[in-house]
């Protein structure tokens, strides 16, 4: 009746040690891999970057141009300098009284604000604290109504506010309209119309009062140039008019002038103005030729010509902030303003050396440009101002009787004037609290700078990265003056370099490029291979490394057909929000990847999100600039119609992509093979893209080409070596690895489903069949035997509700198994007087040897084997024998629930019976392939247990076994779930980790047991169905599922990370829905069961932590499967808390 040995037990040691050196060999060979890929990627060389010859422009011959500067002239003999003047106002003794007039109290300090240069804004936020009065640039006249046209910047207004300076706009006759080199210029005519109509003059004057009144505006700034009047009376009374009503307002009132211009009346303007601001700066012009800004000499003489003809104390001192760049080409020569910025990055471009001129106090420098496709040259001759010309002016100034600066402008000039802008440099001030020279020394790193381009084209090369400006200075420490000044290191922003542009118009000859990102896909990037494949078209793909691993013959498809491929990082992050090291992870593991599939590497980059030809930021341009460390030259685009918008089609993609190559004259087209829901509009306008440009006779080619290279010198082959034969196979187990995974998964998921929809099916059919069975009639002789080991707490209440049967024909055998407890004592006790119970003893020999002791002793045709915590539904026995219609049914399995719903482990397995054991047992019998009979509740013929071998020890799930043993003997198993029974489910973790381990290997070995039956058809259902059911789905299936969990927790971590790009809600939303699914399945069993739907409730917090356990019960079933120990049933502490059974 029992084997020698349990099922996978061995008495030979050698099993165990063999898996274990097993798995200590894959593990250490796995962990080698790590180590040759982790080092592979740590040291992998970076290949050399080509010589590109076609870069748009290249900078040589530094030129040394005459200084005429400090040639004798007429200003250099009368004007000594700053320092001269600063001296002899001291040898005057004049600095007590020029400090009683002018206090630093009333001192204006003030800057003009554009609104149409993003960076006056950005300075005017971060230092318009050390400025108390500020000009906007918003008031001018409309050309065609000449009524007043504001431009009041929201942003810029409330910021004045803020800092609480005195706001007065500029009130200009600049004409937007008028074009001078393609930008507006000052318009004579248009201010001649408002100054000599008198109805138009009074109109806008009063549109002006009414408008700073509005906006709560302290004053007005009037700025007329380039006037076309015969004499300047008309524009005085204009002024007149104007300051009048200001006055009437106590509004202020200041007029810009130029030095020595007939357009203005100096005498006349102190009366109708506050203050005269002399723009002392547009010293050289275009029409001079190349020179300082506003050199110190020339600053004094102006100064002194005006103060003849107006009190010094109304006088403001305009200031240059910026540079100039004279430009002579073959052609032409025309004059470039550029801010403090754009003059350091144009030095560092030009590689030229600044030099500080210490006759005007401004600075130089001067270079060649020249063109590589035309080989035109250009001179360029800059001029610009600084720190240390604005610190001396300054210093004059505020020795000087005038009523203090503005600066021309915000935005545009050297950052490190904020260190003293803010306070007073006269001599007095300087006495008592010294200037730090120190602060002047160091230019920091301003991350709001725009990066400054040079040359043209699509293709990118950061030339340098932001550095901090080092600048040595010499102080003249008599006057307080800086007497010299070199820039050691230029400072510098971002300086990229744009270059391989096609300069041929659209149409024959110019070349296209077609690009493609965040690919392979294996849905679209085959599609488009085959459209590219068909038409002959080159392309290049820009691969994300992670899209590459899964889709490695793509990519190896993608190489060998001839395209170009680019790196596109490994998880398609922004790079530039991301750290350095995960960047540089990012480039390497795609590079690496790329390497070891196709033997080659790449030096094509393209950043995620950042893919236009022009960076405006700092975060734009980042990642251009960490991708060149690693020998990347960035492939920007200029022709991107947004395929991967989900609102575009392929009409929308293919009309954008004309406009916009039609209108840039562009090369380069972003597309996108991967991504998204759907690449498919891409796929479709793509043919249509490639027939319109083979129709303007454009030229396909690639980036390669489009530099003047081959493609493997951006391409270039890779040393072979065994780290890049280890990396190829890590990638394609990796790949194959992943395939294998996902197919289970997908088979996994289809065949769960398909059982769902089997079962349920199946089991409706049942359950409509057994409403037509006729129910046998017979009464035979029922033997219900109960084994028992330690059971006192239940024991003899289980007796009792055996007893409440109503089927009256039936004796209980109770057999104690060896108990160590009083369970017989008690038992014999109870029921020594009841005749229809009988009480034995015996050696402890297991569940088994107990069931077969009372079969032997039974008399009865019948046996019902139930446990000794379980107990009977009134009719439980009556319903159970109806079942028994045929001399074939052997067993009758009953409906098993739990009596003992007191926590929540216990509600848990109340649900895992209704759903899974019973569900399961109605619809296999349709199929007679049920493979428990429970322990808790069934019925036996007694002959067929007789002819099956009785109960075995060979395995934890005797009740298991037997039913199996009775398929193979060709019987038939029923089900009847109307025969209930409640049984004690374990309470605490610790016992049902226990039960569950026995039930999991004992199922494991009675399947290994019976393996030779597994699809043979001998055995009908139980072989073609059962048993795989049992395989499939107890035994594989449960391996996969802890994957799935793993892979949802980490996939969630990844994207709360940004490691890959992935909404958490979406992946929380998909695992929700899939647990409505097992919740709908529930439901259906629960209808059949007529249960009530509130417990599916608990199924959620079940599936975050019941199969769990479950994973755990079966891999340590299968770990002790391959040990081959001797298993133990182990023993249950019983509580008694099944609730009693109602008489209904």
Not at 331 to 351: F, G, H, P, R, T
Not at 893 to 915: C, D, F, H, M
Request: glycine letters at 4%.
């Amino acid at each position: 009746m029992s084997g020698s040995t349990q099922i996978f037990q061995t008495n030979n040691p050698t099993r165990w040690k063999r898996i274990k050196w097993t798995s200590r060999i894959i593990l250490l060979i796995i962990f080698f891999l790590i180590v040759v890929l982790v080092l592979a990627i740590k040291n992998g060389t970076n290949p050399g970057l080509p010589d590109i010859k076609n870069r748009a422009k290249f900078y040589q011959n530094k030129l040394n141009p005459d200084n005429k500067f400090t040639l004798s002239s007429s200003l250099n003999k009368k004007y000594k300098g700053f320092r001269d003047f600063l001296v002899k106002r001291q040898r005057e003794d004049s600095l007590k009284k020029l400090n009683a007039i002018k206090l630093h109290a009333s001192q204006i300090r003030a800057a003009f604000y554009v609104p149409w240069q993003p960076a006056s804004l950005t300075d005017l936020q971060k230092n318009g604290d050390k400025l108390n009065t500020i000009y906007p640039e918003w008031f001018f006249i409309d050309p065609q109504t000449y009524k007043l046209q504001t431009r009041i910047d929201s942003a810029g207004l409330a910021s004045m506010k803020q800092k609480r300076l005195s706001i007065q706009p500029i009130f200009t006759n600049f004409n937007s309209n008028k074009k001078a080199r393609g930008i507006g210029d000052f318009d004579g005519q248009l201010a001649h119309t408002i100054i000599s109509n008198s109805k138009i003059r009074k109109s806008i004057i009063q549109q002006l009062v009414d408008t700073l009144s509005y906006y709560k505006l302290q004053g007005i700034n009037i700025d007329f140039e380039e006037l076309d009047e015969k004499n300047n009376e008309l524009f005085t009374r204009l002024l007149k008019e104007l300051y009048e009503a200001l006055h009437n307002k106590d509004l202020l009132m200041t007029v810009d002038v130029s030095p020595k211009n007939e357009d203005y009346d100096y005498k006349n303007l102190a009366p109708v103005s506050d203050y005269v601001i002399l723009m002392a700066y547009d010293q050289y012009s275009d029409a001079t030729g190349a020179g300082p800004i506003s050199s110190q000499k020339w600053i004094e003489e102006q100064l002194d010509w005006l103060a003849d003809k107006i009190d010094p104390s109304k006088i403001i001192l305009g200031l240059a902030g910026y540079g100039r760049d004279w430009v002579t080409d073959d052609d032409s020569s025309y004059v470039q303003d550029l801010n403090y910025d754009a003059v350091i990055d144009m030095a560092k471009l030009s590689n030229s050396a600044i030099q500080f001129d210490n006759d005007s106090y401004n600075l130089h420098f001067s270079y060649i440009e020249t063109e590589t496709d035309t080989s035109a040259e250009a001179k360029h001759s800059v001029w610009f101002t600084d720190a240390a010309t604005t610190f001396n002016i300054l210093r004059f100034s505020d020795d000087y009787t005038t009523a203090g600066t503005a600066m021309w402008h915000l935005g545009s000039e050297d950052p490190r004037i904020w260190n003293f802008y803010g306070r007073s440099l006269s001599s007095e001030s300087l006495r008592k609290n010294p200037f730090d020279f120190s602060l002047l020394e160091t230019l920091p790193i301003n991350p709001n700078k725009k990066p400054t381009a040079s040359g043209e084209g699509e293709l990118l090369d950061v030339i340098y990265t932001p550095v901090k400006g080092n600048i040595k200075l010499e102080i003249d420490n008599a006057e307080m003056l800086i007497a010299e000044q070199r820039y050691v290191q230029l400072p510098s922003g971002y300086v990229y370099e744009k270059f391989a542009e096609d300069k041929t118009p659209m149409g024959p000859g110019h070349k296209i490029i077609l690009t493609f990102d965040d690919g392979p896909s294996a849905a679209f990037t085959p599609q488009i291979l085959k459209i590219l494949e068909k038409e002959k078209v080159p392309a290049t793909f820009f691969i994300i490394g992670i899209n590459a691993e899964k889709n490695i013959p793509l990519l190896n498809r993608e190489y060998k057909d001839g395209f170009e491929i680019g790196n596109h990082t490994f998880t398609h992050h922004n790079i530039a929000t991301m750290s350095p090291e995960r960047a540089d992870l990012e480039l390497k593991c795609t590079r690496v990847l790329l390497e070891c599939i196709t033997g080659h590497s790449t030096i094509l980059f393209r950043a995620p999100y950042n893919a236009d030809s022009e960076p405006h930021t700092f975060e734009e341009i980042e990642p251009i600039a960490r991708s060149k460390k690693h020998n990347y030259i960035t492939v920007g685009e200029s022709i991107d119609p947004n395929d991967w918008d989900p609102k575009m089609n392929a009409d929308s993609i293919y009309n954008r992509t004309i406009r916009l190559a039609e209108a840039n004259n562009a090369s380069i087209i972003l597309l996108h093979d991967a991504g998204g829901d759907t690449r498919q509009p891409t796929v479709d306008a793509l043919p249509r893209i490639i027939e319109y440009f083979k129709k303007r006779g454009c030229v396909f080619t690639t980036v390669a080409n489009l530099m003047g290279k081959t493609r493997d010198e951006v391409m270039p082959p890779v040393k072979r070596s065994w780290i890049n034969s280890l990396n190829f196979f890590i990638a394609e187990a990796s790949y194959w690895t992943g395939q294998i995974v996902f197919a289970f998964f997908i088979v996994g998921i289809a065949l769960s489903v398909g059982r769902m929809l089997f079962m349920g099916i199946i089991a409706f059919i049942q359950k409509q069949r057994e409403k037509n069975e006729v129910a046998a009639t017979a009464k035979p002789l029922v033997s219900i035997i109960i084994p028992a080991y330690n059971e006192e707490v239940n024991a003899c209440r289980t007796i009792t509700s055996l007893l409440n049967q109503d089927y009256e024909n039936l004796v209980v055998i109770f057999v104690d198994d060896g108990s160590k407890d009083e369970t017989y004592n008690k038992v014999q006790k109870e029921f020594a007087m009841v005749k229809n119970v009988q009480v034995f003893t015996k050696q402890n020999g297991g569940k088994a040897s107990a069931l077969n002791y009372g079969i032997n002793i039974a008399h009865s045709d019948f046996v019902v084997c139930i446990d000794a915590d379980t107990q009977l539904k009134k009719d439980a026995v009556s319903e159970l024998m109806k079942k028994f219609t045929s001399e074939n049914i052997a067993a009758v399995a009953g409906n098993v629930k739990v009596g003992n719903e007191v926590n929540l482990i216990t509600r848990w397995q109340s649900i895992e019976y209704i759903t899974s054991q019973n569900f399961d047992r109605r619809a296999f019998e349709l199929l007679n392939c049920i493979t428990v009979i429970p322990g808790a509740i069934g019925v036996f013929r007694k002959e067929a247990i007789i002819k099956a071998g009785y109960f075995t020890t060979d395995t934890l799930a005797e009740d298991c076994d037997l039913t199996m043993r009775l398929h193979r003997c060709g019987y038939k198993i029923a089900n009847c779930n109307s025969a209930i029974s409640y049984t004690e489910a374990p309470e605490t973790m610790k016992q049902f980790l226990k039960q569950r381990f026995r039930w999991s290997f004992g199922v494991m070995q009675s399947f290994w047991k019976h393996r030779d039956a597994i699809f043979n058809p001998s055995y009908k259902n139980f072989g073609m169905i059962a048993l795989p059911n049992i395989l499939i789905f107890q035994i594989l299936l449960p391996f996969l599922a802890p994957l799935a969990d793993l892979i949802l927790v980490l996939s969630l971590l990844a994207a709360g990370f940004g490691i890959i790009q992935s909404d958490i809600s979406n992946i929380i939303f998909y695992y929700f829905i899939f647990t409505l699914v097992d919740v709908a399945g529930a439901a259906i069993a629960f209808a059949f069961e007529k249960e009530d739907y509130k417990k599916l409730l608990w199924m959620i917090p079940q599936r975050l932590v019941y199969r769990q356990l479950m994973y755990y019960i079966l891999i340590k079933s299968f770990n002790r499967a391959l040990k081959g120990e001797l298993q133990g049933w182990g023993i249950l502490k019983r509580t008694g808390n099944v609730k009693k059974v109602s008489s209904a």
